[in-house]
């Protein structure tokens, strides 16, 4: 099984869902996305992978959100957004060959192992 983990090392949902991969005998593609940054197009192809907006990967609680101005912002903006601060991505986002979410709690990465 292909597993991919979004992952931020501070974050603990981030680093529950790692060890409940490695748990399970996998040892996942860890991608430290504060470290490399996702391109617009990397994470528009994740957003359609996850079938969702790329409002629901927003971490609007971030400064830079508020320095944005992003409220209103389309789905572009926020995309752009994301890819020039990587903070705004919530994580820990996981995909697997069964599909791809956000893993918040950490124990929700179960749903797509």
């Known amino acids: 099984m292909k597993?991919?983990?979004?992952?931020?090392?501070?974050?603990?949902?981030?680093?529950?869902?790692?060890?409940?991969?490695?748990?399970?005998?996998?040892?996942?593609?860890?991608?430290?996305?504060?470290?490399?940054?996702?391109?617009?197009?990397?994470?528009?192809?994740?957003?359609a992978?996850?079938?969702?907006?790329?409002?629901?990967?927003v971490r609007s609680k971030e400064a830079v959100y508020a320095e944005l101005a992003l409220d209103g912002a389309d789905d572009a903006a926020l995309l752009d957004a994301m890819a020039a601060h990587p903070a705004l991505m919530n994580r820990p986002i996981v995909a697997t060959d069964k599909g791809a979410r956000l893993c918040r709690p950490g124990e929700m990465v179960t749903e797509i192992l």
Do not use: F, W
Request: proline share 7%; aromatic share 4%; glycine share 4%.
């Open 49 to 57: 992978h996850m079938g969702v907006s790329p409002r629901d990967i």
């Open 3 to 47: 597993v991919t983990i979004y992952h931020n090392p501070q974050c603990s949902n981030s680093r529950k869902a790692l060890e409940i991969i490695r748990t399970i005998g996998v040892e996942p593609e860890i991608v430290e996305y504060l470290k490399a940054p996702l391109t617009r197009e990397q994470l528009t192809m994740l957003v």
